[in-house]
């Protein structure tokens, strides 16, 4: 089924040159997407993995341009969720199903090693994989929550063009972000990174790097999705990403890196109200709903629009299940971990 007259078959070697040209040339989406999809069922078949992603803390140090959970942003009401709380909340997500709880928050020093270390060991004993996104932070800590348990953590490079990154970033340092990256993965984590697409003066040429970079730093997950603006930010007058060269920023990961985990992100959803299923079908094969309670959903608003801020995790649960089902994908029963799937 793949189109054998169709130049981009015959590419071995993903230069930068040739991704630029896919990502430009919009006559060849369908195939695309298609292909993205063959590879997906080739290299890590019909499975759809649940993450159950509890967003404990939306108290940030950073001051990110895009985000709306930067300290600057005096609008949103600050929660933090505690430690006990934090498990009992993994341990309902473990009664649902989950095999793998994702803990995420802005960059809150209230959670300091030892605090973290408690929270993964309690999940831990829960007897599910345990994925972290919670920031930049030293070699030592990360170190500490690998001996405590923790498998895999998630650090989007968010671009890999360093003015950009630089503009996007008051304050942080790009080559930071690449240290904490080549920290984990040297600690043995199941490495997640990504970017966002459609960030002011972003180009297409700087897309194709940051699908080359995660290749090339081995990541076991990426994680792509568009750019909404936040009207509590500095660049609450952008344009909203493309939804379509996010999807296809996508696809090229699935073709270029074949075995690794792509989710279908939540901003896809925002952006269009079946956009994770199309991911689910252009290359993704993970899914991450929402197991916090319904208290604080609308709080961690990275940006505006969220979906299902008014439910509940085991609606989300369902909702998600049935449209997975409905295009003849199957619940994985395991913890998905890149290396065995
Ligand atoms: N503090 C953690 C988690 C950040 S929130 C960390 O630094 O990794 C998770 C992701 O949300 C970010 O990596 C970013 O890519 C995405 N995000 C933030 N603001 C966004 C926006 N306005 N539109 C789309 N995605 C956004």
């Known amino acids: 089924m793949i189109k054998q007259n169709n130049n981009y078959l015959i590419m071995k070697n993903f230069t930068k040159e040739k991704i630029i040209a896919i990502l430009k040339d919009n006559t060849q989406n369908e195939w695309l997407f298609s292909l993205a999809d063959e590879i997906r069922k080739e290299n890590v078949g019909d499975e759809v993995h649940l993450r159950g992603l509890i967003e404990f803390s939306n108290i940030c140090k950073r001051t ?23 498990i009992k909340y993994s341990q309902k997500a473990v009664e649902m199903g989950y095999k793998t709880i994702v803990l995420q928050s802005g960059e809150d020093e209230y959670y300091s090693c030892d605090v973290m270390c408690e929270i993964i060991k309690g999940i831990k004993n829960l007897d599910v994989a345990l994925t972290l996104s919670i920031g930049e932070r030293s070699f030592d800590d990360y170190k500490a929550f690998k001996d405590a ?138 899914v991450m709903p929402n197991v916090t309670t319904r208290e604080y959903r609308a709080k961690y608003e990275i940006y505006p629009g969220k979906i299902c801020v008014n439910e509940e995790p085991s609606q989300c649960r369902h909702c998600i299940e049935a449209k997975i089902k409905s295009i003849g994908r199957i619940i994985s029963k395991t913890k998905g971990f890149h290396k065995t799937c």
């Open 149 to 286: 348990g923790a498998d895999r953590y998630l650090l989007r490079i968010e671009t890999t063009d360093k003015d950009l990154y630089k503009q996007m970033h008051p304050y942080m340092d790009f080559d930071n972000r690449i240290r904490c990256l080549k920290d984990l993965k040297t600690l043995g984590y199941e490495l997640g990174t990504g970017c966002l697409v459609g960030l002011p003066n972003q180009t297409v040429e700087s897309l194709a790097d940051d699908i080359l970079f995660f290749n090339k730093i081995g990541a076991d997950m990426v994680g792509i999705g568009p750019f909404i603006p936040h009207p509590n930010t500095p660049l609450k007058d952008f344009k909203t990403g493309d939804f379509t060269l996010a999807l296809k920023v996508m696809a090229l990961t699935r073709i270029i890196m074949k075995d690794i985990n792509i989710p279908a992100t939540t901003a896809m959803e925002t952006l269009n109200p079946n956009g994770r299923i199309i991911a689910l079908q252009s290359g993704a094969n993970v």
């Open 64 to 86: 990110c341009k895009y985000c709306g959970l930067r300290c600057e942003n005096k609008e949103i009401d600050r929660y933090r969720i505690q430690p006990d709380d934090i």
